[in-house]
Structure formats: structure tokens, C-alpha cells
């Protein structure tokens, strides 16, 4: 709820650990509930105040139907799937409890979410990478020779091993002066799950994201083609760490995932 009293705003505040079974795991997301629109400029004061990868904004319009922004400490971001899971899952439990299914109207059209089980199921779009060369200034960002390198939104480097991928030691300032995606994701085939990723954002003033459904727009439809596969589960291999279900779907992917409740309260502005 939003109201004034005194020039004062005052908005329910949550951070939820999405892709997570229990707090201090997956990625933790700030989730704004706003009865009316904020300006650009407010949202992201509270953003970088929040200092959270990614807050979320969300206005109610009907039942089962909202509006999302999501803003990084930086700037304002097209596509968000952990804020996204964490904002499903206080709509679920905290906004509208009887909804099944939510449509959040946001930059990257209508993103719906529907509860499956204990898990909340995001259908996101579909962003097949595109292959291009391997340059000597990835190598230098991340401290190996990728074996691949394709781009999207995001500059995916493919490696060799997951344990390539867990013992990355990038340089953040040369991953920052890298001209090719938004940020820089890492990712390789594995035994235990189906591929595993890291993912660094420090354009948006994230260094390591610990887990990153918007990738996985991206990293499903490669890996799809690359196994074979329509259903996949993936492992972020972050410090924090998540698992996420996948699903390719042609045009559209689906990533599903938990959530668990860290904090509730309210801001004041």
C-alpha cells in the first residue's frame, strides 16, 4: 500500500531469495508494492538506496493483472527473472492469494507466472544467441580462452568444464570496457545438471549476479539445441548459488523456480 501523510510515501517492502529453497540462498530481490506510479527518478533512488541487484516495482491494475518495472542500483532493465519470481511470489502470498496466475505487463511485453505446486513457473521470451568471433579482450576479462562466444542482450563465453566455470576470476574493470552485451554470462555443459552458468553485470553496478533468469532467455534455447533437449535443469554457480527448471518452448522459454521470505517492512520517502 502507498500513501502520504506529513510529504511522506510510505510502500510495503519485501526482499524475497528467489531460485531458492531456504534465505541466504539464490538471489535476493527488493520487491516495491506501489498503489499509484512512481517517477522514473524515484524508483531508482530507491533502487540504488535498496543496493540490491535488482528492486521491482509492482502496481496492481486488477486481480491477476500488474504492472513491473525493475531497476538495478544503475539503471532500469528490460528483463528480470529473479525479480520476477520474487514479485510472483508476493503477489501469491501477500497481494492477491487466490490468484493462479499473474500477467505483469513490463518492457518486454506480458510476462506471465503460474504457481505449480510449490514452485512459481515464469514464461519469458525466447532469445536465441548469435555466434561471433572470440576476441583477445574476452580472454583478457575473464582469464581464460573461451571456446565459443555468441551474443544476445547479454555476451554468453562458452568454456570448457563446469569447473572452468565455477573457478572464473574475471577482471571486472575489463569486463566493464567489453563493447559486445549488457552483461557477461559463462556457461558450460555439465554431469550433474544439465549446463551450468555465472553471470556478470558490471554496466548495470553488479558485479557477480548470483542467479540470472533474464539469461536464461538466452542460455535455454543455445542449450536446448546444443543437448537436444526441451526440458533441462540448470545450476547458477554463483557463491549463493540456484537451480533453475527450464523449458524451451519455441518462441518463449520457461523458467521455474522457489522463493523464500528474507524481510517485510516498509519504506518511507
Not at 548469435?130 to 568454456?159: Q, T
Request: proline residues 4%; negative net charge; glycine residues 8%.
Amino acid at each position: 500500500m502507498i500513501f502520504t501523510r506529513k510529504g511522506a510515501i510510505f510502500m510495503k517492502y519485501f526482499v524475497v531469495d528467489a531460485f531458492a529453497e531456504n534465505v541466504f540462498g539464490g538471489n535476493p530481490a527488493g520487491v516495491c508494492v506501489v498503489e499509484q506510479p512512481l517517477s522514473m527518478e524515484m524508483m531508482q533512488s530507491i533502487a540504488a538506496e535498496n543496493n540490491l541487484s535488482e528492486t521491482a516495482f509492482v502496481h496492481k491494475k486488477e486481480l491477476g493483472k500488474y504492472d513491473l518495472k525493475w531497476f538495478t542500483p544503475k539503471a532500469e532493465i528490460d528483463l528480470c527473472g529473479h525479480a520476477t519470481l520474487g514479485t510472483a511470489f508476493v503477489v501469491a502470498n501477500y497481494i492477491d492469494p487466490e490468484v493462479e496466475k499473474m500477467a505483469f505487463s513490463t518492457l518486454s511485453g506480458i510476462l506471465t507466472v503460474t504457481r505449480k505446486g510449490d514452485l512459481l513457473e515464469m514464461d519469458f521470451p525466447s532469445r536465441m544467441p548469435e555466434k561471433i568471433e572470440v576476441k583477445a579482450e574476452m580472454e583478457r576479462a575473464i582469464g581464460v580462452k573461451p571456446l565459443e562466444a555468441y551474443l544476445s542482450r547479454d555476451l554468453i563465453l562458452i568454456l570448457e568444464d563446469e569447473k572452468s566455470v565455477r573457478e572464473l576470476n574475471p577482471d571486472f574493470d575489463k569486463l566493464l570496457a567489453l563493447g559486445d552485451g549488457l552483461g557477461v554470462v559463462v556457461t558450460a555443459k555439465t554431469k550433474e545438471y544439465d549446463f551450468a552458468s555465472r553471470c556478470f553485470f558490471p554496466k548495470l553496478g553488479v558485479n557477480e549476479d548470483p542467479v540470472t533468469g533474464s539469461a536464461h532467455s538466452s542460455l535455454i534455447p543455445f542449450w536446448g539445441e546444443k543437448l537436444g533437449k526441451e526440458t533441462m535443469v540448470a545450476k547458477q554457480v554463483s557463491k549463493r548459488g540456484g537451480i533453475l527448471h527450464c523449458k524451451n518452448a519455441g518462441e518463449r522459454v520457461r523458467i521455474s523456480g522457489g522463493a523464500v521470505l528474507y524481510l517485510k517492512g516498509e519504506i518511507f520517502v
